[in-house]
């Protein structure tokens, strides 16, 4: 039984249907079809969902989960393919400082098998670098601003294809047609998400995949667990069960942490870490206006809103600022696209407080063309001190980080981003969201930590080949219960985390299959459709 369908999920799914086992998906969001994604503003409205303690909006299914937080908000993606359908695709190692770092079990530094698991998440998600990003008007503006730091910006690894491919699951995808609407799910059906690559290599080896069903808890059962589980949108619905000799907790790391605190609440026993060491990842996402350069930040979709230049994969260029002497200083700052349906939203967050001079221009003339086309947008991935704590209310996962506005991580970033602005003519604008339910508080949308990893349960909730801690002996593990996804990251990593996510999950899968005496291949598979449904 594998919980969830984001990269840890996908990857358990494809490796254990691949080595002959039984596997059963279950995915709390729905299945979108490449071009099914929302193009205009109302198909984005009801993809939205915000949850907030008691407080929640929009179907439980929506594709956007917005979690606010009294201290930090989080954007988590909600669908077959988990998060990988919404990110901005970028597929970059940590800088090995990061392992270094005694938070993480000897045994993943030592015995060789992350490296594997990176070298097959690059073999299944490709990332590659657009041969031609110097020539996009973003990738120009970028490299404007990074006069500020001396350094040029370098193409971005993406897990794009930028030509027609059948991909190692066997899926045909065209090539990538720089539209820019990476972020809110690919309608071309060129990106690498895991519902185009792990997951149709699991069906194809026998796996069945059900979308729309949100499990409360698991319980230990004789010979294995007994999941708990509802229609996701059904009120007061009767819970069902189905028991599995083996789990794989995949659900994110908001989803499969809140999973376990429930579980522990009806009895499970399970490490006092749980829900502890939670990281931002050092995220910032700012903007820039006013330079006399135009950007082409805004996606135009697919078929396209509007004719121009093209516009790129999400990000195409990143400015790498790495600090020789202390990691948690080193910083990557990358140019973003904002989807082609937040376009007619845009003039209102940027009109406020008389951010656009001319703004009439911008309702007139569109983002394309007026002020807005000179909007920069900034993804930034650095390193935070991982001290949120993830806890239960009203049983939904909350974020308690009192004081996490104060990190250093958030100086420093500002400083790097108003020094990059200030090279190109722009302000700086932080927070364009202070006058919505989204505030001035900091967000992420990447999510770290709450089942950290431990050489032991007093440091972690699961150990290296992430089996959880019973809670019964130092390193007494519960069998057949493993988490794979985010949540198993004890720190912030400074990248971009789906290859880290990707790659720890390769790793333990081939722990498991050692551990199980199973064998598995990791060989491309043949052409197939692309759009077959996966449910």
């Not at 996908?10 to 490796?15: D, F, I, K, W």
């Not at 908001?254 to 009895?267: A, D, M, P």
Request: proline share 5%; glycine share 12%.
């Amino acid at each position: 039984m594998v919980i969830g369908s984001g990269y840890g999920g996908g990857v358990a799914a494809s490796r254990l249907s691949r080595a002959g086992q039984s596997v059963c998906v279950i995915e709390k969001g729905k299945e979108f079809l490449t071009g099914s994604f929302p193009s205009r503003l109302p198909e984005l409205r009801r993809e939205l969902q915000l949850n907030g303690g008691k407080m929640r909006s929009g179907s439980r299914t929506g594709l956007f989960d917005f979690r606010l937080g009294a201290d930090i908000h989080v954007l988590v993606g909600c669908g077959l393919g988990g998060g990988s359908l919404i990110n901005a695709g970028v597929a970059l190692e940590p800088d090995s400082r990061v392992f270094a770092d005694p938070a993480w079990p000897d045994e993943v530094r030592a015995d060789g098998l992350l490296e594997l698991g990176f070298k097959r998440a690059a073999a299944m998600l490709r990332p590659s670098r657009y041969g031609r990003a110097a020539e996009l008007t973003k990738y120009r503006a970028l490299a404007a601003a990074s006069a500020a730091f001396g350094v040029p910006p370098v193409a971005a690894p993406v897990v794009v294809s930028f030509e027609d491919i059948v991909n190692p699951a066997g899926v045909a995808q065209p090539a990538c047609t720089l539209c820019g609407d990476c972020c809110s799910g690919c309608n071309v059906g060129a990106k690498n998400t895991v519902a185009m690559t792990y997951l149709p290599d699991a069906k194809a080896h026998g796996a069945d995949i059900f979308t729309e069903l949100s499990v409360s808890h698991l319980a230990k059962e004789e010979g294995g667990w007994r999941v708990y589980f509802a229609p996701s949108d059904a009120k007061d619905a009767q819970a069902s069960f189905v028991d599995a000799a083996t789990v794989v907790l995949a659900a994110g790391t908001l989803g499969s942490t809140e999973i376990l605190l429930r579980s522990r609440e009806r009895g499970l026993e399970l490490s006092d870490r749980l829900g502890e060491g939670f990281s931002a990842n050092g995220d910032i996402i700012a903007f820039a206006l006013g330079g006399t350069e135009r950007v082409n930040g805004v996606g135009v979709g697919f078929p396209s809103k509007f004719v121009g230049d093209a516009i790129g994969a999400c990000v195409a260029g990143q400015i790498e600022l790495p600090d020789a002497s202390d990691l948690d200083r080193s910083m990557i700052l990358q140019e973003g696209v904002l989807p082609s349906a937040l376009a007619p939203l845009l003039p209102v967050f940027f009109i406020a407080g008389g951010r656009i001079l001319g703004a009439a221009q911008s309702l007139i003339k569109g983002v394309y063309q007026g002020p807005l086309s000179h909007l920069y947008t900034f993804f930034v991935v650095s390193h935070d001190e991982a001290a949120g704590r993830i806890s239960l209310d009203n049983g939904s996962a909350q974020i308690h980080w009192p004081g996490v506005g104060a990190e250093p991580v958030y100086a420093r970033v500002d400083a790097a981003l108003t020094k990059a602005v200030e090279a190109v003519g722009a302000r700086y604008i932080k927070s364009p969201l202070a006058a919505t339910n989204m505030g001035t508080k900091p967000a992420t949308a990447h999510p770290l930590g709450g089942c950290g990893m431990g050489q032991d349960a007093g440091e972690g909730v699961v150990n290296h080949k992430c089996q959880v801690f019973d809670g019964k002996g130092q390193e007494s593990t519960h069998s057949g219960l493993y988490v794979c996804d985010g949540s198993v990251i004890p720190r912030s990593i400074g990248v971009n985390p789906l290859l880290t996510i990707t790659a720890l999950a390769e790793r333990a899968m081939v722990h498991l299959a050692r551990d199980h005496n199973l064998g598995f291949d990791a060989n491309p598979r043949v052409r197939r459709e692309a759009d077959r449904a996966l449910t």
